[in-house]
């Protein structure tokens, strides 16, 4: 039963919790299945997103933590009289190894990458490779790659005009910035211990 | 008396800090914050239990020494899942080579009937660690309405919330989609890395009996339902 969504009126989230619960009588669940079957993507990604959330807790069924193991892992903390003290991150400064707007490529190659811009990077031992890609409106798709051995720890965060947007790799060490803000952009990468600046890079 | 801990999201690199700086009490907000992840990790390899205490407590020595690079709440989370993992595997491991060791000759060939370590999906494991955290920052009405709803199994019927958290019945839809819109909130500035959130309005009971209130340690979820002493000498 509860209340039934209005014909052409958006969704909100009490009527989208009421559709996956199963708590809508059928003339309004029709209504809530009409209008996803519109035009509205808003709409459904708002499904999508509290279904996702709400099924993550709905799985997430660990018991409570024994006390006795957490009693032992309070000890560890103990037995370390001395605590590393906090050493201060310093920024390294990422060496530019490859830049497709300056360094010659193949003919071919190019005709290949269209608008794009390959950048690579090395970050003392890893590598940080970059396609930048124009898109409409005037903003730019950044996609990467992290070679490192555990790519999932870093933290890539992209600074143009007056946004910042931040990246985490995944375990292969891929990831993608979309609508950043054309003009020079600064990039750092912070992973366990160590952060680094990429050199300025026009966008 | 000293002041209750509070946890919220933000609050790792301070914790760390305080942890850093000798402060017990920050190291068992520490651990009490992000102990379900580690656990549920270290479960999803079919340990003993002394295996599986033996894996909780080498991860959390881990980080001990780990603390000064770890400040970020994400960074955080990704660092105890994959050390869990790696833990916890190579002791699954251990132990079936020492049980293949143990075995005569002619039971050797039971051991491939033996299912291998499993592990976790870590990403789903950290997805919900990361919720976890998001129900932290919600008022407690909150918390404990969504815990009902969510993490209870079977979960609770309306009139049994209703009665539990003294509220109308017909308040329970209503602020229940509040709360889950104020997690989604949260859980996206979470996941931008964007500054918390102020000045948003905790979603109140119809009765206006909710409210901001702070959120203290034991108030989370069935994982975190052990209350703990707050004030100590």
């Known amino acids: 039963m509860k209340r039934p969504p209005v014909g052409r009126q958006h969704l909100d989230v009490r009527a989208i919790l009421d559709y996956l619960e199963d708590r809508l009588d059928a003339s309004a669940r029709r209504n809530v299945e009409d209008h996803l079957a519109g035009s509205c993507s808003r709409c459904r990604e708002l499904l999508h997103e509290v279904g996702r959330l709400t099924g993550a807790m709905l799985a997430d069924r660990t018991p409570p933590v024994p006390a006795a193991m957490r009693e032992r892992s309070l000890e560890v903390f103990g037995v370390r009289a001395e605590h590393p003290t906090s050493p201060r991150l310093v920024w390294q400064v990422a060496r530019l190894l490859f830049d497709s707007r300056v360094s010659p490529i193949p003919h071919a190659a190019r005709r290949a990458m269209g608008e794009a811009r390959w950048l690579r990077f090395a970050l003392d031992d890893h590598v940080l490779e970059l396609e930048t890609e124009p898109e409409s409106g005037g903003s730019m798709t950044i996609r990467g790659c992290l070679a490192s051995p555990d790519p999932a720890l870093f933290r890539i965060e992209v600074a143009a005009g007056d946004e910042s947007s931040i990246a985490w790799p995944d375990s292969a060490g891929r990831f993608s910035l979309e609508r950043v803000p054309v003009g020079e952009a600064s990039v750092t990468v912070q992973g366990p211990g160590q952060r680094w600046r990429l050199p300025a890079i026009d966008l | ?233």
């Open chain 2, 1 to 233: 008396m000293s002041s209750p801990l509070r946890l919220d999201p933000a609050e790792d690199a301070r914790l760390v800090e305080a942890c850093l700086a000798g402060e017990a009490r920050a190291w068992e907000a520490l651990v009490r914050r992000h102990e379900c992840l580690v656990y549920a990790v270290a479960r999803s390899y079919r340990l003993s239990d002394a295996d599986l205490g033996d894996v909780f407590q080498d991860v959390f020595a881990a980080l001990v020494s780990g603390l000064p690079r770890l400040r970020d709440s994400r960074t955080l989370v990704r660092w105890l899942s994959s050390t869990t993992q790696r833990i916890a595997r190579a002791t699954a491991l251990r132990r079936r080579r020492e049980h293949a060791l143990s075995l005569a000759p002619e039971e050797l060939p039971r051991l491939a009937g033996d299912e291998p370590p499993v592990g976790a999906d870590l990403e789903r494991l950290e997805q919900q660690a990361m919720i976890r955290l998001g129900l932290a920052e919600l008022a407690p009405r909150c918390q404990r309405l969504l815990e009902a709803l969510y993490y209870e199994d079977p979960a609770p019927a309306y009139a049994e919330i209703a009665q539990r958290l003294g509220v109308p019945m017909g308040s329970i839809g209503p602020t229940r989609a509040r709360c889950i819109e104020r997690l989604r909130v949260v859980m996206e500035a979470l996941f931008s890395d964007r500054p918390r959130i102020t000045g948003v309005a905790e979603p109140t009971f119809e009765s206006g009996t909710g409210g901001p209130e702070g959120f203290r340690l034991g108030d989370i979820g069935e994982c975190l339902s052990q209350p703990v002493q707050e004030d100590r000498a």
